[in-house]
């Protein structure tokens, strides 16, 4: 039933065949992809190769061949929507989004491509009456962080490796018992491991001679996910 992997997210997949989502997702893994939106990806390229598609002389035209610009476009962003769908209907999102919408304070960092995820996140955030710190003078981010805030929680951005300022910026808050939440690729064990709660989004290409997407448009994506979510949480009461 390939319509099942084509049309259903993992939950409901799992629903449809009688186990546990982690199960699908781990089953995707085992297969040799990253997880199910890889999986499902890779069912539907299949599904699409296998309607002999063939140019005006009746030969049939390679993959590479009828593959457009447009069409890796839209393979990426069908991508970063399923993967966007399986965040969403996670734990950790709900923890994330629970955690956000009852802080007193937030403190937002960025490194790298995540610096523009970072300043989303803290407009986001200034938009649902949230007290936010977010600055990029590395020095006044450390001496933030080491103020005694109740009901603090810091929010780190990164897809590459956590260096030392990050580290010291988590060190500082847990020092003072914030929540840490991380954001960052799919695949990373680093920043995971020191933060409470950890988000992570497909920032990657499998089209390694065309720089798309922007890392930071992804993360971008994720980011806009969670204000979403407080904002209707806002309107819950």
């Known amino acids: 039933n390939t319509h099942l992997l084509r049309d259903y997210s993992s939950q409901q997949l799992a629903n449809a065949v009688g186990v546990s989502q982690s199960s699908v997702v781990?089953?995707?893994?085992k297969m040799g992809y990253r997880g199910y939106p890889d999986l499902k990806l890779a069912?539907?390229?299949?599904?699409?190769?296998?309607?002999?598609?063939?140019?005006?002389?009746g030969q049939a035209v390679s993959a590479d061949e009828q593959e457009s610009i447009t069409d890796i476009i839209r393979q990426?962003?069908?991508?970063?929507?399923?993967?966007?769908?399986?965040?969403?209907?996670?734990?950790?999102?709900?923890?994330a989004v629970t955690v956000l919408a009852h802080a007193a304070c937030v403190q937002v960092q960025g490194s790298g491509e995540g610096c523009y995820p970072a300043t989303r996140l803290a407009q986001g955030l200034c938009e649902v009456q949230k007290q936010v710190q977010h600055v990029n003078d590395q020095r006044l981010a450390l001496l933030l962080a080491d103020q005694a805030v109740d009901n603090?929680?810091?929010?780190?951005?990164?897809i590459d490796d956590?260096?030392?300022?990050?580290?010291?910026l988590i060190r500082l808050n847990r020092a003072h018992r914030s929540k840490i939440i991380g954001i960052c690729k799919y695949g990373d064990?680093?920043?995971p491991s020191l933060c409470d709660i950890t988000l992570q989004m497909l920032v990657d290409?499998?089209?390694p001679d065309v720089?798309?997407?922007?890392?930071?448009?992804?993360?971008?994506?994720?980011?806009?996910?969670l204000v979403l979510a407080l904002q209707k949480a806002a309107k819950k009461g």
């Open 26 to 29: 781990k089953f995707s893994q």
């Open 43 to 57: 069912v539907n390229e299949s599904l699409a190769r296998g309607l002999g598609l063939q140019n005006q002389m």
């Open 76 to 95: 990426e962003a069908l991508k970063t929507i399923d993967y966007l769908a399986e965040v969403e209907a996670s734990d950790s999102f709900v923890q």
């Open 152 to 158: 603090k929680v810091l929010v780190v951005i990164s």
């Open 162 to 168: 956590s260096d030392n300022h990050l580290q010291e």
């Open 189 to 191: 064990t680093r920043l």
């Open 205 to 207: 290409c499998q089209h």
């Open 211 to 225: 720089m798309l997407p922007p890392q930071a448009i992804n993360l971008s994506y994720l980011v806009d996910l």
